[in-house]
């Protein structure tokens, strides 16, 4: 997100999360917007929890920006240590994603437990997350640790029913991203809006 009207016209549909990346290789790098500000992200939705996404930054760098714009929730994509998430987690939240295609990938994550606030688990690819390309949610069956966690992954508004009965107990939250999207940092309101409506609907039916 990095748009001021899309951030507030996705800020009243009040997810829970609402994610801006400081990545500058990525093409939805919030401050590729010139106009992007801290007032952009004083949208009136208090409870939508502000994400600054990260990859391989330097402490300093990640609080003078969390700082500046106000945000209290790092997600973490690159080579972070657990010492690293660790002191981070003294005055934020923390986040560390985990690029998945195998059972085995699961273990990298051990280490972080104790470390991290939440695990994202996303699929493996070439790129830090945003790929689009599917998880495959059966390898979910080998992660048994006790850290919730974000699944994320090629996620559309096809699969909101089949998310909603997804049993695994860690399961806290669900990461839409680029099949969301009209162009690279612009989602599609009325997509995210279904989204929603169908995931709330069928989690509680």
């Given amino acids: 997100m990095r748009d001021a009207q899309n ?11 609402m994610g801006f ?18 007032s952009m992200l004083n ?14 930054e330097s402490e300093e760098k990640m ?3 969390a700082n500046k714009y106000g945000i209290t929730t790092l997600q973490l994509h ?8 660790s002191i981070l987690r003294k005055d934020f939240t923390v986040i560390k994603a985990f690029s998945i295609s195998e059972a085995q990938d699961f273990e990298a994550a051990q280490p972080y437990s104790g470390c991290c606030d939440f695990f994202l688990f996303d699929t493996k690819t070439q790129q830090h997350g945003g790929s689009g390309a599917k ?3 059966l390898l979910l069956e080998n992660y048994r640790g006790t850290t919730p966690f974000f699944l994320s992954g090629g996620i ?7 998310i909603a009965q997804l049993a695994h107990p860690q399961l806290w939250a669900v990461d839409i991203n680029s099949r969301f999207e009209l162009t690279a940092g612009a989602k599609n309101v009325e997509k995210v809006k ?11 039916n």
């Fill in 21 to 38: 990346i400081f990545y500058e290789k990525s093409p939805r790098y919030a401050l590729r917007n010139p106009d992007f500000s801290h």
């Fill in 63 to 65: 609080r003078e920006i």
């Fill in 43 to 56: 949208f009136s939705f208090s409870a939508v929890e502000k994400v600054a996404v990260f990859v391989n």
């Fill in 78 to 85: 690159g080579n972070e240590t657990p010492a690293q998430c």
């Fill in 135 to 137: 998880f495959d949610w």
């Fill in 194 to 204: 279904q989204f929603i409506e169908k995931l709330n609907y069928h989690e509680q």
């Fill in 156 to 162: 559309d508004l096809s699969d909101a029913v089949a």
């Fill in 7 to 17: 951030i507030n016209e996705v800020a009243a549909l009040q997810p829970d999360y």
